[in-house]
């Protein structure tokens, strides 16, 4: 079912009028949506309960300081019986889908709100352009060089159709000055959108069109990114070369929304080191570089989570050597995907590819 | 290639198969080249991709792991569950220009002392044609 | 001849490696409609393969006598091919140039064959004709047979052939190099 | 509903094969194709003496079919349906004969491409038309005079067990029974007749034709409902041979035309040697 | 312990001249000398020799040493020796490391000084490793004295009888009405012709009356959990709809009961029983049950209670419900015994088209006292029949159907042709591929069979057939043809015959591999339960105190069933009677710190030994049914579970020592 949500106010209006109602119609007790908070004019993931409160919310500022699946699985931990909507892009959802996989979270109570999403700036871009023109919700959507702006994951992002929401917030075919499409996924959703009163309308014309004319862009920059990865990481030198000026911050670990673990293995003892060991090797092979762990950590990381990679690029947002860390997990990330025939956060009943296992593997 | 170059190659092996078969190698003299250093473990099961990557990136020129057969597994399907890590780290370490043939899964049962030592010299031919790990001499980590 | 060559022959180039899971157990002859006008019955003809008596085996009429009705095949508890293997015996004894005593039934698959290889069809009655200049008995016992088949318009005279024979020449090279059958 | 036919050399002179064949086509509306220019499938002649001619025989009928745009082939002889399935089932397993095949075929530009599914006529009108058609033709009561044997001989349904049980079937029996044929249950539905032995080996192969007829009349069956040529053949004229007529070996197709009501002259059954009306009830 | 109190000890072995000549075992020890915290490194000619051990223990007493390591043989071989060895001085078993510089160097390498290199990487791997040993102990659990029977024939009879006289308490669960299984339908049995009811109700009596063994009869098993020493097990109990307590087994019920058709499962539906029914008169207990698909007031709802009017005990209880029991036990014994295989698919000998083919089954019922003829070897028109064929091997060595050898066709097919012999005085001919008589007087009986004058032909029935090769022979009439080759004279053959019966092979038993599934025991191909070690173990599984009697875990005979009962009754209690059992030491281990309770390992772990703890949200390894085997420490996404003994920090530590 396919609705536009109008306002003269403009898209962003129009999403927080339907949050307001999920709220004062009591259909959910609490919204999830990133929100400007007093202190920034970043929005940052917040949990709004009252219906006053929604005015803060603009879920469709190009700008997402956190995967917010992060935050969301905090709140999803458990059933605790309050239903929940939760405003999400699609890389976050995916995330999210792989956490419920691994028994992080729980769906039960969540009414999922996804985003079409055209892609998010980098924090501080954000903010310069923010402070030059107020709005960018709704300019973002009209200006063209803004959409230039996005940060290299997203450019190559070809998941920006938000899968297994219950409604989708539609920028496609939409003016977003005059308001937003929305469109229900599931039974759920249906019943949200008849409850208010929406009517089905045919998606407008142009919709399909433009999904496809972005779909083909960003299938093309991705095969130019991945080319061109491939190239910078073919052998194992060219690869250190590539994150020679890694610290082992471990920030991009830090900010990976499907990296969970509460404790990480590179924190632990597991790769100390013996200084006699060392020596010795010194010795043998004349002159060796102190172990720093950092080719063994993205390695590792890779071979952990490599098959679970959805493309977010928070870890290269994060990376305060500037290495382009989601680019070699995008590459990578889909060698093992493609391996296996899985795809992170495409079905919840999709199994984790290493825990089948099958005779005819040999 | 180099005639010269003697290849480090770690071998992960099982306890009751491969481990075995290296042990009843050696009770039946059948001598192959000295390059292989075994590591028991319990199962092919319990090999973890750390291992993998950990001894490429040490210097190993190649890894071979052995284990039960299929449907020969002592803890019933250890080494299937081995199978799939273990082609997702070969793909992994392959993008970064670690050749595929430098990591070979082999099943080899206990009572197969013959096809230990052919697999073993197979595999260290294998090797040489390779030349050097990438990282050879280097240390990276 | 070279018993041991030509069981070699018959295990490896032929795949008649399956007359080893027999356990003699006789279901072959007992399912045979004609196991009994044989030489031997299939199953001791295996027994002969196996012991290397490959001449004794080709020189055989059992291979001849089989009419591939497959009943062994489907009842076989060891899942053995019997007819297939039938089939390669009668080849192989072809290829040796080995005659069985009973040597009307290579006359009669000869004539056949030489009579498709030259028009793509085959005529009953050409067949009967032919194979008759060698075994005049068998054709002309059925003579009054033949005469009430004309009667009812069952007897073909004009030999039927495929529209143009020479196209299809090479049969006849594909005679003289054999696939080997697998 | 459009097929490939391959007749095969025995079709044409069949005791009221075609006959009846063209008559059932016309009632019901199949189109059964001749495959132009088919050869002989080779049939167990040539298996015996080269399996390479055997190959480029059913290898050249293949592509034949193919090249003329037919996606099945149906026969109306065991021989023809077995031995091409037999063939095929090499290739599928050895697809470098494939090659082999095509070697020869280049000469006359014929290339085999892929294997067609290989049906026996049976199975066509077994499974194939509609309940509403059948109806629709069905004129008459049939001849409750009939206790039909279903006769299926040996290559059928084996060594392939797909057409049922290859010992005890009963596809033939329950199509007819749908028509309202009265068949009667024995026990020599799938015994050998003899096939091409009964040429050479006539004395020897004499019991087997015997066996099958006197188990039928043993059953109470008057007449016996075929599927082969060569089957129909060597039981009508073994019957003459044996001094034992007295039950009419008819083509399938000609018993389904009698339930259908299509006039005997037009189904050939004039051409039977042991004729119709000496249907008796010679029970042992 | 601080890094700085390690003190390895390395001892070089020379094995005799078995590593010596190869091996430079002198530079190989000077070498381990220099390797950090190796406080002393020696070489010696026999470590595992009395005096060699000896040396360790010495030197852990007099230099202190926490940590040793041998080099010498395959730790297959050595490694408890040497365990022992530090045990005994003090230090913890698990403080040793052992480096094989025999078999993977000293023998498999051609040059002496690849092969010292190649010892000296080995001793260098192992000292490596063994700084980050840790201590580990082993636990005493204690185990509950009861041991669960599932299945009440004479495996699982014998079993509990025998658990039940050592004192434990048995829990014998049969599915049907009463136990005795397929035994209690023999009437004879070979090689000894005992009539097998005489042996058999005095056991099934002494079940019923046994004060050790509670008996659960027309129950199942519907669930298992926990391990060896503490199994938590559900039974079903179906209604019989007859208080057990108040029917006095007097039997009017059955009498009076109006529906009398029903094809009796006991009898191999060759006679028929009522809705009320006992399925024979010795059934133990001898309490009836309504069958409720064809009593008229269960099925139909339609009045009736004709049992109800006259059971002067007023047993009958239309209105009882399935019940479940939960029981607590320490071990548990297979005993599901088997199903005979169903010759129909094999239509060439016409079982089910003619009705004088019968099954082996068939036939035991045909010749028992208590069967549908009272015991005479009648056809179904009711004459004696004058010939009989027997074909062996139905279903077995048939690899479109079971491949395996059944076991016991044979010698029941000689007795089938003793009885008819006996009773009818028919000829018979018995159709065999080879005749198996591998046991105790089994051979000798079938010398007698052939003296009796049994027609044995070697030769597998090619198919039986109403076609009769002579039908003019009037003494031939209606009857059947059986056709095969007399292999030994290659004549074939066409017997007629009034009766044929056919030998058929055994399968396992319908649901055993639910129960299977239920408790982890694994099948063969087959269906077959796989014993621990075929040779070694053939009454043990791979879960620790489940144990197999009887064919469930392949085709016996009675002897060999009764004994395997007693192995794995034998088993059972050798086990429970020490009252404890000791955990492995070498298993996994999840930190409850980091284990963020994804579930994975539960997942993974093939012997359910990892339970999830709802409460605090993390896995838990039970110690008891842990392998060791790794896999939940592989696939642990957050690093929490580790295998002591194979930890990530152990392994890393032997590669980087590896690879200098």
């Known amino acids: 079912m396919y609705s536009v949500l109008k306002s003269e106010k403009g898209g962003v209006f129009a999403v927080r009028s339907l949050l307001k109602r999920l709220l004062t119609e009591n259909m959910v007790d609490a919204v999830f949506v990133a929100a400007k908070t007093p202190y920034s004019d970043l929005p940052m993931p917040t949990l709004i309960s009252s219906p006053e409160n929604i005015e803060t919310a603009d879920p469709l500022a190009p700008v997402a300081p956190f995967n917010a699946s992060r935050q969301a699985s905090i709140l999803l931990r458990s059933d605790t019986g309050k239903r929940l909507a939760l405003v999400l892009r699609p890389c976050e959802i995916r995330a999210l889908i792989e956490l419920v996989k691994l028994k992080q979270c729980v769906l039960d109570p969540a009414i999922l709100i996804g985003i079409e999403c055209k892609g998010r700036m980098e924090n501080a871009l954000f903010l310069e352009q923010e402070k030059q023109r107020s709005g960018i919700s709704i300019s973002f959507y009209q200006d063209d060089n803004l959409k230039e702006m996005i940060c290299s994951a997203c450019n190559v992002c070809d998941h920006f159709q938000p899968v297994g929401t219950d409604l989708t917030l539609s920028v496609f075919g939409v003016q977003i000055s005059t308001g937003i499409g929305v469109e229900a996924e599931s039974e759920t959703g249906t019943d949200i959108l008849k409850k208010m009163g929406y009517s089905d309308v045919q998606p407008p014309a142009e919709r399909e069109a433009e999904l496809r004319d972005l779909q083909q862009q960003r299938l093309e920059a991705k095969s130019v990114l991945m080319e061109k990865t491939a190239e910078d990481i073919k052998d194992i030198k060219r690869f250190e070369t590539l994150i020679a000026n890694c610290l082992n911050c471990s920030n991009c670990r830090v900010a990976c929304p499907v990296c969970y673990c509460k404790e990480c293995v590179f924190v632990t003892d597991v790769f100390a080191h013996e200084p006699e060991l060392l020596i010795r090797r010194a010795v043998k092979r004349g002159m060796i570089k102190m172990p720093t762990e950092t080719t063994m950590f993205h390695l590792t990381r890779l071979a952990h989570i490599g098959h679970a990679c959805v493309a977010c690029g928070h870890c290269t947002s994060v990376c305060p050597s500037g290495i382009p860390v989601a680019d070699f997990f995008i590459t990578v990330g889909s060698k093992v995907q493609d391996l296996f025939d899985y795809e992170p956060g495409r079905d919840i009943n999709e199994p984790i590819p290493y825990l089948v296992f099958e005779e005819e593997n040999q | 290639m180099n005639d010269q170059f003697e290849p480090q190659i770690i071998a992960l092996v099982c306890n009751w198969c491969t481990y075995t078969a290296a042990d009843l190698a050696g009770t039946s003299r059948l001598s192959y080249p000295s390059n292989v250093r075994l590591v028991r473990l319990m199962c092919t099961g319990m090999i973890d991709a750390k291992y993998i990557i950990k001894a490429f990136l040490d210097g190993a020129d190649g890894v071979v792991i052995g284990g039960c057969h299929p449907g020969d597994c002592h803890y019933i399907n250890g080494n299937l569950k081995a199978t799939k890590r273990i082609y997702g780290v070969g793909k992994i370490m392959e993008q970064f220009g670690f050749e595929p043939d430098r990591l070979r899964l082999k099943w080899i049962g206990a009572s197969e002392g013959l096809e230990f030592q052919k697999n073993m010299a197979e595999f260290i031919e294998t090797i040489k044609q390779l030349g050097p790990s990438p990282v050879k001499s280097r240390m990276i980590l | 001849m070279d018993d041991r060559r030509l069981q070699l022959k018959f295990y490896e180039t032929h795949d008649g490696k399956d007359v080893l899971k027999c356990i003699q157990c006789g279901t072959c002859s007992g399912s045979c409609p004609l196991s009994d006008k044989m030489d031997y019955a299939p199953r001791e003809l295996f027994a002969l393969i196996r012991d290397g008596e490959m001449e004794a085996v080709l020189r055989s009429n059992t291979q001849w006598y089989c009419v591939s009705c497959y009943q062994c095949m489907v009842r076989c508890p060891q899942e053995i091919p019997v007819t297939d293997l039938m089939y390669i015996l009668k080849q192989m004894a072809i290829e040796q140039g080995i005659s069985p005593k009973t040597a009307k039934m290579p006359d009669l698959y000869m004539t056949f064959y030489r009579e498709v290889l030259k028009k793509g069809r085959l005529t009953e009655a050409m067949l009967m004709i032919r194979y008759g200049m060698k075994h005049p008995t068998d054709t002309l016992s059925n003579a009054f047979l033949a005469v009430k088949l004309l009667k009812r318009r069952r007897l073909e005279i004009i030999p039927q052939s495929i529209k143009e024979p020479k196209r299809i020449s090479y049969l006849k090279s594909a005679d003289s190099e054999r696939t080997e059958t697998k | ?284 | 312990m601080k890094r700085d109190q390690i003190n390895i000890g390395v001892y070089i072995c020379h094995c005799g001249m078995n590593i010596s000549p190869k091996v430079d075992v002198e530079a190989v020890a000077e070498f381990a000398e220099g390797l950090a915290h190796v406080r002393i490194a020696r070489d010696y000619k026999f470590m595992c020799s009395s005096p060699g051990q000896e040396f360790i223990i010495d030197d852990i007493r007099q230099y202190g040493l926490n940590r040793i390591v041998v080099a010498s043989c395959s730790p297959r071989m050595h490694e408890a020796t040497f365990r022992n060895a530090c045990e005994t001085a003090g230090i913890n078993r698990h403080y040793f490391q052992m480096a094989n510089i025999r078999e993977q160097a000293a023998w498999v390498t051609l040059d002496t000084k690849e092969a010292t290199a190649k010892a000296m990487d080995l001793v260098a791997a192992a000292v490596a490793r063994v700084t980050y040993h840790r201590p580990l102990e082993s636990r005493e659990v204690k185990v509950n004295k009861s041991i669960l029977v599932i299945g009440g024939g004479i495996a699982g009879m014998q079993a509990a009888i025998s658990s039940g006289n050592a004192g434990y308490q048995v829990y014998l669960i049969e599915r049907e009405p009463s136990i005795g299984g397929h035994m209690a339908k023999f009437d004879k049995t070979f090689p000894t012709l005992d009539c097998a009811a005489c042996i058999m109700t005095p056991k099934m009596v002494e079940v019923g009356q046994h004060e050790s063994i509670r008996l659960f009869t027309y129950s199942e098993v519907v669930s298992v959990e926990g391990f060896v020493g503490n199994y938590s097990v559900r039974i079903l109990k179906k209604p019989r709809f007859i208080d057990e307590s108040k029917c006095n087994g007097c039997g009017i019920c059955m009498e009076k009961c109006p529906i009398k058709k029903i094809p009796s499962e006991f009898n191999e539906n060759l006679s028929f029983r009522t809705a009320i029914y006992s399925p024979f008169p010795q059934a133990v207990p001898n309490t009836p049950v309504i069958d409720p698909d064809h009593c008229r007031i269960l099925a139909e709802n339609k009045p009736c209670g004709a049992c109800e009017k006259f059971c002067e005990a007023g047993a009958i209880d239309f209105n009882q419900q399935p019940e479940h029991m939960d029981i607590t036990v320490g071990s548990i014994i297979i005993a599901t015994g088997f199903k005979a295989f169903d010759p129909e698919p094999l239509v060439q000998y016409g079982y089910g088209i003619y009705p004088e083919v019968y099954t082996s089954l068939e036939f035991e019922r045909l010749n028992n006292a208590t069967g549908p003829t009272g015991g005479s070897i009648l056809m179904k028109g009711g004459d004696f029949p004058k010939r009989v064929a027997i074909i062996h091997c139905v279903g077995s060595r048939d690899a479109q159907y079971r491949e395996y050898c059944s076991r016991v066709c044979c010698m029941y097919s000689m007795k089938f042709a003793h009885l008819v012999r006996e009773k009818t005085g028919a000829e018979v001919w018995e159709f065999y591929i080879d005749v198996r008589s591998p046991g105790k007087l089994y051979e000798e009986f079938y010398n007698r069979v052939q003296k009796e004058g049994v027609h044995m032909i070697r030769g597998r029935v090619a198919e039986v057939t109403d076609i009769l090769d002579d039908p003019e022979n009037s003494e031939d009439k209606g009857r059947l043809t059986v056709v095969a080759e007399n292999t030994l004279t290659r004549r074939m053959l066409r017997i007629p015959v009034d009766m044929v019966i056919l030998s058929v092979g055994l399968e396992p038993a319908e649901g055993a591999g639910d129960v299977g599934r239920m408790i982890g025991v694994s099948s063969d191909g087959n269906g077959w339960f796989t014993e621990l070690h075929a040779k070694l173990a053939p009454v043990s599984t791979v879960i620790k105190g489940v144990f197999l009697a009887g064919c469930c875990q392949g085709p016996k005979d009675i002897p060999d069933t009764v004994a395997q009962a007693m192995g794995a009754s034998g088993e059972a209690v050798a086990l429970l009677s020490k009252g404890t059992v000791m955990t492995r030491a070498e298993i996994s281990f999840i930190d409850p710190d980091l284990c963020a309770g994804c579930q994975t390992c539960v997942e993974v772990c093939v012997y359910n030994a990892i339970d999830f703890d709802e409460g605090r949200g993390i896995a838990t390894v039970n110690e008891l049914l842990c392998q060791g085997c790794g896999s939940c420490a592989v696939a642990c996404p957050s690093s929490a579970a580790s295998i002591k003994h194979f930890t990530n920090r152990q392994v890393m530590e032997e590669l980087e020592a590896i690879l200098i």
Request: proline content about 5%.
């Open chain 4, 1 to 284: 509903m459009r097929y490939g036919f391959f007749p095969g050399c025995a079709y044409k002179t069949a005791a009221g094969y075609r006959e009846s064949v063209e008559a059932l086509n016309r009632a019901l509306a199949i189109q059964l194709v001749e495959i132009p220019d088919w050869n002989c499938c080779g049939a167990t002649a040539v298996f015996s003496i080269n399996s390479s001619v055997a190959l480029v025989l059913s290898g050249r009928l293949l592509a034949l079919a193919d090249l003329h745009g037919f996606d099945e082939i149906i026969t109306v002889c065991n021989a023809c349906y077995t031995t091409l399935r037999k063939a095929i089932h090499m290739m599928e397993h050895h697809p470098e004969l494939i090659t082999e095949i095509n070697k020869h075929l280049k000469t006359e530009t014929l290339q085999l491409k892929r294997l067609l599914p290989v049906r026996h006529y049976l199975d066509v009108l077994a499974n194939d038309i509609p309940e509403m058609r059948w109806r629709k033709v069905k004129q008459s009561k049939s001849d409750s005079d009939l206790r039909v044997a279903a006769y299926y001989g040996c290559q059928l349904t084996r060594p392939w067990k797909d057409q049922g049980q290859p010992e005890r079937p009963d596809v033939l029996e329950q199509f007819l029974e749908r028509l309202g044929v009265t068949v009667i249950e024995h026990s020599a539905k799938t015994l050998c007749c003899g096939a091409s032995h009964m040429i050479p080996y006539a004395k020897d192969c004499a019991p087997l034709v015997s066996r099958i007829i006197r188990e039928v009349r043993k059953k109470n069956g008057n007449i016996i409902a075929t599927i082969c040529p060569m089957c129909q053949f060597n039981l009508d004229a073994g019957q003459g041979r044996l001094n034992i007529p007295g039950t009419p070996i008819a083509f399938f197709t000609q018993i389904v035309g009698l339930a259908l009501g299509i006039d005997s002259k037009d189904l050939g059954i004039d051409k039977l040697l042991v004729p119709m009306y000496k249907i008796s009830d010679n029970k042992e």
